[in-house]
């Protein structure tokens, strides 16, 4: 069975940062890719940051430069540095990952950007 299992989310002010994690157990690891789409109130679930399985790496336009994606495939992890917080980033966070035409996602961590 695979689960996810996503931390590090929370409120912080804007130009605050915040870095979230995921792991993935109960699934192989090769051939795999890994990311985090986020669901703000009222609004459809949107792509952040994804680490595709050959490796390259897309980002959202309205993250990019403030946000970084990495991925440890040995310990099935990925993780999300959120630097330079708005508020409109603002929502719950949900790590997904696709392995051979499957989504997995995890069960979300809420982030909210606020003074």
């Known amino acids: 069975q695979v689960q996810l299992v996503e931390s590090g989310g929370g409120l912080v002010q804007p130009g605050g940062s915040l870095r979230l994690s995921c792991v993935a157990s109960?699934?192989?690891?090769?051939?795999?890719?890994m990311g985090w789409h986020r669901q703000a109130p009222g609004k459809q679930r949107e792509l952040v940051a994804m680490v595709n399985t050959d490796g390259t790496i897309d980002y959202a336009d309205s993250v990019k430069g403030r946000f970084t994606i990495s991925s440890d495939n040995a310990k099935s992890t990925v993780y999300l540095e959120m630097n330079n917080l708005k508020p409109e980033d603002t929502a719950v966070y949900y790590c997904?990952?696709?392995?051979?035409?499957?989504?997995?996602w995890g069960q979300g961590t809420q982030v909210t950007v606020s003074s």
């Open positions: 997904k990952i696709t392995r051979l035409g499957s989504n997995y």
């Open positions: 109960g699934i192989i690891r090769n051939r795999i890719s």
